[in-house]
């Protein structure tokens, strides 16, 4: 029996698309400062059908109806952290996803003591 999906499909892996063709080209980020832990939600517009996008937009759109981390979101399509920012880029950009970037980081004592008994705690073990 031969296989009709071609060598760009694997049986665990799913479709082998070049990260190239899923960004058209892009190697860098949108204007929107992403990080790992940024929350992402999807929009009343992005809960609408778009039987006219690529998949990878279509997975993250049905992904976010609840708010997810950009981690969550790139271990979910399969896809490296830098081009899943890509991906999310274009979506906010449309209007698709709204986003929240975490706070700064504080920076005082209180972080030395957690710090401390996480230390204490691996020590423990």
Request: aromatic share 6%.
């Amino acid at each position: 029996m031969t296989d009709t999906r071609g060598p760009w499909f694997d049986e665990e892996a799913g479709p082998l698309v070049p990260a190239y063709a899923v960004t058209r080209g892009r190697t860098t980020g949108s204007r929107y400062e992403l990080d790992m832990i940024t929350l992402v939600v999807a929009t009343s517009r992005g809960s609408s059908s778009h039987s006219r996008m690529d998949a990878e937009y279509r997975a993250i759109l049905q992904f976010c109806i609840a708010p997810k981390s950009v981690a969550e979101i790139s271990a979910q399509i399969r896809r490296p952290l830098s081009v899943t920012k890509i991906l999310l880029g274009d979506l906010i950009a449309d209007g698709y996803l709204t986003f929240r970037s975490p706070g700064p980081a504080n920076t005082d004592a209180t972080d030395v003591n957690l710090l401390r008994m996480v230390l204490d705690g691996i020590r423990a073990l």
